[in-house]
């Protein structure tokens, strides 16, 4: 039993370190969220470099947990090393495995509380795209557009669409960006078409409502970390075209 009033303040030797870690999994939210993620994220600063990459190895790997609150947790983890400059690109390669796949996108749960796949998911997609040990952000564009894309009858309630629209708006401040990179992840959502008739399905309504986010930042910058200066997106003009034309798809009345 891990007694969190002790460990707040505790050097995160070896065993607690493993300790925290496997609390990241515990299907009660106040263990997992309050305690062991909070506790991760004070540490992540005082890790040594192999520490880091022997976390977010784990965590990698813990993106195909059978539990859900393992798989959406990790992302968060993983952000968090990245941010401070710890990275793999095996972890890319298994986040970019799960993200479009997982297909319990609840928000909160009565039991677990949050689970937030999208949002979380999305927290690691703007940290890698923020990041100069990502060589290549254009992925990461594409990996935003499959998750939007990837059939769902959940329509995304708890903000989740702000939080994905942030982090590509991060991705798109990356000033190696091409222009045909920065409007190309747009092309498989507008070759969806228009849709059919009544009720609209949860995808549409998701991808619409992300889209206008990322419109929004296209004019407006986006900040890289709560309190920072806005960036600018790059090529935000051409974005700001091409997303109004594939938002007039489905929005055209109130896009003129």
């Known amino acids: 039993m891990i007694n969190w009033t002790e460990i707040e303040t505790a050097e995160p ?60 947790f990790a992302p968060l983890v993983l952000a968090e090393l990245v941010d401070a400059g710890a990275y793999r690109p095996a972890w890319s390669a298994a986040f970019a495995h799960w993200y479009p796949t997982e297909t319990d996108l609840r928000g909160w749960d009565p039991g677990l509380g949050w689970l937030h796949a999208v949002a979380h998911g999305a927290d690691l997609l703007g940290a890698l795209g923020r990041s100069p040990l990502v060589a290549d952000p254009a992925p990461l564009l594409d990996l935003a557009t499959a998750r939007l894309l990837a059939p769902t009858d959940h329509v995304l309630d708890a903000m989740e669409d702000d939080r994905l629209g942030r982090a590509v708006g991060q991705v798109l401040t990356r000033p190696e960006l091409t222009e045909r990179q920065a409007l190309a992840w747009l092309d498989p959502i507008a070759a969806t078409g228009r849709r059919k008739p009544g009720v609209v399905p949860a995808t549409v309504s998701n991808t619409l409502r992300t889209l206008r986010v990322v419109y929004l930042l296209a004019d407006r ?31 055209s009345y109130y896009l003129g």
């Open 13 to 72: 030797t070896p065993e607690l370190l493993t300790a925290v870690s496997a609390a990241m999994r515990s299907p009660d939210p106040g263990t997992r969220d309050t305690h062991a993620y909070e506790q991760l994220c004070r540490w992540v600063p005082l890790l040594t470099p192999g520490q880091r990459l022997a976390l977010g190895d784990e965590m990698a790997e813990r993106l195909s947990d059978p539990e859900i609150q393992a798989r959406t």
């Open 221 to 251: 910058g986006v900040r890289p970390v709560p309190g920072a200066e806005p960036v600018a997106l790059r090529h935000a003009a051409a974005l700001r075209g091409r997303l109004a034309e594939v938002l007039a798809v489905n929005t």
